[in-house]
């Protein structure tokens, strides 16, 4: 006699060995870590590095990947967003008026200004405030960390600007404006030692809202409709058009590249983007992907209520059965990823 194999008991197999795994990854832990009565935008104010660094509405706080609290603190800031350096944090309220840049023990500045905030950015040594201006559109102005010396100054006369991204040497900034009807995004690549931009970049019908740059100096700027890669030595320009294809998520690793998500029809597609611009892999799914996190060649992919663990041939290497979805996934090595919910953290073994 043969029996057919019921899905739904495979399924619950799955579950309770996922559940399994769960505990033998918390038992020495304290995850999973609950978060109560806070409210968290895991896409803005979610940073892996060193730890885990967490911004909610009303504290910014660090667990090392144990779950234990290393520090909290608490804030007033109405749209607050975090950006890290190492061992520097710089909190600021994106429309209001205030940031401060802290580390582990104290506030090493922190500072109100006449005008709103729009973005900001934090390196080794300096740090970038991007504000309103009364006679322009936008002002960037660059400090040093430590004497906190304004040691540079640019103002936008032209288009507005939604974004930065700083390093020691340079900054780059996106922007738009309606020109004629039709939209149009700009990008601007600043040498803190001269006073005119190096390169300048216009885009049509794309609103780009995303910048960031690569350890090896060229920078990425990711739209609705494109992701653009800039050789900063030579200006040239590598751009991925999306096509009919819808952008779902991102993930961008400073040392490596950006891993990119594009709904097509029902079905979604993987792209990695070296720094230098080219396509260093391609993977295809059948699901909406929700989320995605890439660490020691290893993808995971967020579906619904499910983990798809990918190598970068695209060969799936485990999945992982979820009761709830979460909101947010996080690979911290090869063997161990984090479940990201609106009231806990899990840590979950591979």
Known sequence: MFYK??????????LLKNNYYIYLNNKNSNFPYELKNININFKNNLIISD?????????????????????????????PRL???NNKY???????????????????????LKNRIISCDISENVYGVLTESDNYLAKLTIFENNANNEIYKYYFAENFI?????????????????LEGKLKSFIYFLDLKSENYKYFFEVEENFLFYIKIFSNNNLVALGDKSLIVIDTKT????????KKRTLTCFKFVKDSGILISLLVGQ???????DKNGNISFEIKTQEKILDLSFKSKRIAVLLNNKILIYNTSGKISKTVELNVC???IELLSKNNLLLFYESKIEKILL
């Open 5 to 14: 194999k019921n899905p739904n008991f495979s399924k619950f197999f799955s």
């Open 51 to 79: 730890n885990i660094y967490i911004l909610s509405d009303v504290s910014f706080f660090s667990l090392d990947f144990g779950g234990n609290i290393l520090f909290s603190k608490f804030h007033n800031f109405r749209r």
């Open 83 to 85: 950006k890290i350096f």
């Open 90 to 112: 710089l909190v600021y309220d994106v429309g209001g008026f205030e940031y401060k840049i802290e580390n582990n023990s104290k506030i090493l500045n922190k500072c109100k």
């Open 162 to 178: 939604s974004e930065m991204a700083i390093n020691e040497e340079n900054v780059a900034c996106c922007g738009f404006n309606i």
């Open 235 to 242: 200006g040239l320009k590598k751009e991925i058009i999306f």
């Open 267 to 273: 079905t979604c597609e993987i792209l990695f983007i």
């Open 326 to 328: 979460p909101q947010k």
